[in-house]
DNA sequence: TTTAAAATGTAATAAATGTCACATTGCAGA
DNA sequence: TCTGCAATGTGACATTTATTACATTTTAAA
């Protein structure tokens, strides 16, 4: 059995992470891939072993809003709710950082509900999680102007790295946001004549953020 | 057992209904009042028996924003992922309709998912269907302008409804969308002009929508 | 090294939305 | 009927965001 699993999802029993490695598919996508595509069937529920995937939204005219970032540890909670049904996908996903994942064939998700308590508490804790995070996007698109939503997506990129330097070009930010990228340029120029970030190309340290 | 029960929730088993019927406990909320606010502890799940229930998410300088409405044969997500671990709720639900409701309480919601295939069906239905409408919420919000959200919002009102004359003052509007009055009532004014509403005092007629 | 492409800076202008001020209208209660 | 309030209409103006059009800088590739 493999150990490392067992770091990545420690509220896992014994039997539950044996089953995982016993059923599970190991799969790995490269840094630039697009693992699921919006309209496609869902087939299985995937676990995240290794990398960085971007959750996007997207529009007809090809717009791609950014959700959420889907890390080692963590679980696709749209692949699981629709996994019961074989629901189309309602999200793109991006491939940041090379990724390594396993998939949980969709009849294996309902049957372990049952089966394992662990199981069902990570998928319920997961729904939970997403769904409190999705809302407060909607605060930020709902309630904020852009130029408190650049500050609440630059705190959740340092949440999702761990560091204070972002590698995010201002034209990567402003599709993730749905403006353009003068107005990232300008609010984050303005931000560091603030001394918040420091500006550099290709990357942003974060001061006081 | 009730009766009406059954036809409200027609894929829920006997012996769930039965369940339902002996541990849930009812209660009335009068319209305008508000049923659970946002920060407040969540106690048990609620199943919508009669009425009309808005959930809002609220933000600190009191914003109201619209998210979806409750109604009958329906249940609310939020009090069924918090429920498992007893969260704080992050919305808050008012009455717009006199409703009757049925509180579960907390342990049995568990409890349920594994004696009853219908009601845990039914959970992750709820999940699922309110995840994808949240979603749709957000493409709302970040992909279009004002009078397409208005749109948007006006039909969503016509499917909750069921008809095509929608009694919302100008002012509810735009306090559900977190805009002004004048920008609703500037944009209604020229839906009438293009034919696709029909503007009254207190009501809006749906003609094209 | 040269060159092309990508990233960033910046200004001018347009368009959408928000805000303010006030008029008008219709309804309900005194 | 009268009166006051809530709902709606409307114009002027401020602010924010989007768009256009380039210049400049940096990097990577030829």
């Given at each position: 059995m493999n150990d490392g699993l067992q770091q990545l999802f420690p509220s896992f029993s014994t039997d539950l992470l044996q089953a995982i490695t016993d059923k599970g598919v190991d799969q790995t996508a490269t840094a630039g891939s697009v693992l699921m595509r919006t309209g496609q069937y869902i087939k299985n529920t995937v676990l995240v072993t290794s990398g960085k995937i971007k959750i996007y939204r997207e529009d007809a005219d090809g717009g791609e809003f950014f959700m959420y970032y889907l890390q080692p540890?963590?679980?696709?909670a749209i692949s699981m709710v629709c996994a019961t049904k074989s629901e189309k996908s309602q999200i793109m996903a991006k491939v940041v950082e090379e990724a390594t994942l396993i998939a949980i064939p969709l009849p294996l998700m309902d049957k372990w509900m049952m089966e394992h308590r662990s199981w069902y508490e990570f998928v319920i804790d997961t729904y939970r999680s997403r769904f409190e995070e999705v809302l407060e996007v909607i605060d930020s698109i709902a309630f904020r102007a852009m130029d408190e939503r650049l500050e609440f997506y630059l705190k959740r990129q340092k949440e999702s790295c761990g560091c204070n330097d972002l590698k995010l070009s201002h034209q990567e930010i402003a599709s993730d946001l749905n403006t353009s990228r003068e107005v990232i340029s300008r609010l984050l120029k303005k931000m560091e004549q603030h001394g918040l970030v420091q500006l550099h190309r290709n990357h942003i340290e974060l001061l006081k953020i």
């Open positions: 540890g963590q679980a696709c």
